[in-house]
């Protein structure tokens, strides 16, 4: 039996380098054949998972050996923390690896539903010239309002603002005297306040009961219809119906959702965005590109050799 198991993708060199040293079994198609995951953990001292597969207080039972928990990325909605916890079980997540590329989803979210010029390829092949029907907007000068503002709405903020933009957030657990405010960031006391100046709004907070639905019919309608709400944050945090509705009424011009309440979507869940306009939708991917995919790989390697090699007292 496997001293390390990982059910979810990790990069090639990464793997090595566990595989090198420790009996591993790297299998990324565990994740959707869950119930075989327990059998294989009777030894196992390394757990690796990306964000789908469920570690539950009982999958934890099942490796009375395990030392760490690795997360390959940040959110840790999967994992029954305070179950491994109990157990004296580690969770390592990846953080900030993957920073840079969800920020520069977001701007290139940004620059596209604003701009929306960039959707008319058959059109021109097909000798079809629909200039003025694609004239958008810059978006220097803009407003791009963020909801939460850690670190990646920390780095997006940098990116918006070498673009031109406005930066404002609304994070009531960033005290108005934190020095992150000096950055030029307008900060808002209200999300609905946010809601309201914003060009841009994009979600940059955890799923918590706070969160939850935190952009909700009221919320969208604290919006402006001129503005878009980009999601690279958290499925839930969004009310996925009263978008949809907000865009098909034309209260809001647009929206790019990384993240849903049920994923993967399947196609029952992602028929309430039929005939949205002005909408892109991407399959949790925000956070993956070939550069933080190594980085991630590699901060969870070094984490997982160090729980092996450590000595027990
Ligand atoms: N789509 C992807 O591929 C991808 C990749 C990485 C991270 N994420 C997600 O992005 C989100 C942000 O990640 P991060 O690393 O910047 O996290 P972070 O912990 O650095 O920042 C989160 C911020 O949200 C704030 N916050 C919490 N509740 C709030 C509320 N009710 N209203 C306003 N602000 C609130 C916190 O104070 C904190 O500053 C997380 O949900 C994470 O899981 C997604």
Request: charged share 20%; hydrophobic share 50%; proline share 5%.
């Amino acid at each position: 039996m496997p001293d390390i198991v990982i059910t979810e993708f990790m990069d090639a060199s990464s793997v090595e380098r566990l595989t090198s040293r420790f009996d591993t079994l790297y299998d990324p198609g565990l994740v959707d054949r869950p119930e075989a995951i327990p059998a294989l953990l009777t030894d196992a001292r390394a757990l690796v998972v990306r964000n789908r597969t469920r570690v539950t207080d009982a999958v934890l039972a099942a490796a009375p050996g395990l030392r760490i928990v690795g997360r390959l990325g940040v959110g840790l909605d999967n994992i029954d923390v305070a179950a491994a916890r109990n157990r004296g079980v580690p969770v390592v997540p990846a953080t900030g690896a993957n920073d840079d590329s969800v920020a520069e989803y977001v701007i290139a979210m940004t620059l596209h539903l604003l701009r929306g010029a960039y959707t008319a390829s058959a059109e021109v092949a097909a000798g079809k010239w629909p200039r003025t029907r694609l004239i958008g907007r810059e978006v220097s000068g803009k407003t791009l309002g963020l909801v939460g503002f850690g670190a990646i709405a920390r780095k997006t903020a940098v990116l918006a603002r070498a673009l031109g933009m406005t930066v404002a957030a609304f994070d009531p657990y960033v005290p108005a005297d934190d020095s992150v405010w000096q950055s030029g960031a307008v900060r808002h006391s209200t999300i609905d306040g946010l809601l309201g100046a914003s060009d841009v709004v994009s979600l940059h907070v955890p799923l918590t009961d706070g969160t939850h639905h935190l952009i909700n019919a009221a919320a969208l309608a604290a919006m402006r219809s001129d503005a878009v709400l980009i999601n690279a944050a958290r499925g839930g945090a969004v009310d996925e119906p009263a978008l949809a509705n907000a865009l098909k009424e034309r209260r809001l011009a647009g929206a790019a959702l990384d993240v849903f309440e049920v994923e993967p979507l399947t196609a029952a869940a992602g028929a309430v965005f039929d005939g949205c306009p002005n909408l892109v939708l991407t399959p949790h991917i925000a956070g993956v590109t070939d550069e933080s995919n190594s980085r991630v790989g590699a901060v969870i390697a070094d984490a997982v050799l160090a729980a092996l090699q450590e000595k027990r007292t």
